[in-house]
């Protein structure tokens, strides 16, 4: 078989697959190179995937245990399996990444498994897992090589007691006393999945607040349910060393801003700080491409690097690494390949954070606003005021619509409530249409139902909410 190909993806994840399949989907001949010996990468295999089985398995426990009594279910003497529930988790993983493969197969792209490099020119040499070595030729490469976790100084990760996201979903045991190092969305999930599970779990975050780049209200009011429901929160502190001592973890914390330190003591730490580009062994150099401050490899408004025919997608470039941030870039670099006008609108990528609340956003937040100098109107409609809510005794939280004062055009949504990551595809449509608050407000809604706290709050915006 020939090596020379019309692409090769070299990474199989979200950003990877997706660009290898929507290229053979287009006619292209390519090859996807991916290390781990599974596809799917870090968010189907270590990531997005498995947190979320074991969010919902450890959220389904929580409730049998401390809200089905209130509805008039009797769950005395609930427990759980803990190998029982990695046990879904992993179902989970192996069948999608099967699901990958048979797609890869459906639209006749090639993968194997290995390390690839850059061997200069349009050349990638690949390291097999099977020890042998193979150079292909490419039109076009597309690096999709993702994140890794970023080290912490003074906190060794060993994927036992000091653990990354990764260890965290692989816990033989669940831990008395669980540190979480960094108040992001990663830190924040599994740190509720144990919690529920019977954790004592504390967040230490180097910032005055939890979650940036939240909407600043939704952020408050997301750390004070997480709170009443037992996590405990250090803002403005960081930790600079974790060390084993009289068989626990001494953990050093100091104020953010310089002071006298003080000492936790844990069993597990995780440490989730946030990822960073991976590019380590591509061999950039040798296709003249350098990394900017940050570890990203900077591109064009078509994802094409400073190297002719070399392109670069999901967290390698600069915006969030969210798995579908990626996947929209791995269409829209597939398209362009292959002669189309690929495009993507970053002011209409939501993210959604998984605990329970769950927390969704897109778009502009107040303070973005703010500093833009952009005039502005506010509807919100609290879910204590919503029918479905108040039937599913799950009330906590609200929907927020920004938009424009003058023009009414919705310029961001932010929402903390019930099953709020299935309702922002609504307002990400919104914004991707550039549509109105009014047209949500006068678009009919199925009752009840949780999406019309949505609807009520865009009448909030135009000062006609119907509450209930």
């Known amino acids: 078989m020939s090596d020379l ?83 879904h988790k992993d179902k989970t993983v192996d069948g999608l990444t099967k699901g990958v493969e048979f797609l ?91 919690r529920r599970l019977g954790a004592q779990v504390t967040v230490v975050e180097f910032l005055d607040r939890i979650t940036p780049g939240l909407d600043g209200e939704v952020a408050k009011n997301f750390q004070r349910i997480l709170t009443k429901q037992g996590m405990t929160f250090k803002l403005s502190s960081k930790v600079v060393g974790v060390e084993r001592k009289n068989g626990a973890l001494q953990v050093a914390i100091e104020p953010a801003a310089g002071g006298a330190r003080e000492t936790i003591e844990t069993d597990i730490v995780l440490s989730s700080i946030g990822r960073r580009p991976y590019t380590e062994g591509l061999g950039l150099d040798k296709v003249g491409l350098k990394t900017d401050n940050k570890g990203r490899v900077p591109v064009d408004k078509h994802y094409a690097t400073a190297t002719p025919g070399i392109y670069a997608i999901g967290d390698v470039i600069e915006g969030p690494m969210l798995a579908h941030k990626a996947e929209d870039e791995a269409v829209a670099v597939a398209e362009i390949i292959s002669g189309q006008a690929g495009h993507v609108n970053y002011e209409a990528i939501p993210a959604v954070v998984y605990t329970a609340p769950e927390v969704a956003t897109v778009g502009k937040t107040e303070e973005e606003l703010k500093a833009q100098n952009i005039q502005y109107k506010i509807g919100k409609f609290p879910f204590t005021a919503n029918a479905r809510a108040r039937a599913n005794a799950s009330t906590e939280g609200f929907v927020k619509i920004l938009a424009d004062a003058k023009t009414d055009r919705v310029l961001g949504v932010h929402m903390i409530g019930p099953e709020v990551g299935n309702m922002i595809g609504e307002a990400s449509l919104a914004i991707e249409f550039q549509a109105a608050a009014e047209d949500i407000a006068r678009t009919s809604h199925a009752h009840p139902t949780l999406t019309e706290a949505l609807r009520q709050a865009a009448q909030g915006v135009g000062g006609w909410t119907m509450q209930m």
């Not at 399949?21 to 006619?27: C, E, H, S, V, Y």
């Open 104 to 194: 890869f197969k459906k639209n006749k792209v090639e993968h194997v498994y290995g390390t690839g490099k850059f061997a200069g020119g349009n050349k990638v040499e690949i390291q097999q897992t099977d020890g042998t070595t193979r150079t292909v030729e490419a039109k076009a490469i597309i690096i999709a090589t993702g994140s890794e976790p970023t080290p912490l100084p003074g906190v060794t990760v060993n994927e036992k007691d000091v653990v990354s996201s990764t260890g965290a979903l692989t816990l033989a045991d669940v831990p008395k006393r669980l540190l979480v190092i960094g108040g992001g969305y990663i830190g924040l999930e599994m740190g509720s999945v144990w």
């Open 5 to 87: 190909y019309d692409a090769v993806v070299i990474g199989g994840g979200p950003g990877g697959y997706n660009a290898a399949i929507r290229l053979g989907q287009l006619g292209k001949r390519t090859l996807c190179i991916e290390k781990r010996g599974k596809l799917g990468g870090t968010c189907l295999n270590i990531g997005c995937i498995p947190s979320k089985a074991l969010l919902r398995v450890s959220e389904l426990y929580d409730e049998s245990k401390n809200h089905f009594p209130a509805l008039g279910i009797k769950t005395n003497g609930v427990t759980f399996d803990l190998g029982q529930m990695m046990a």
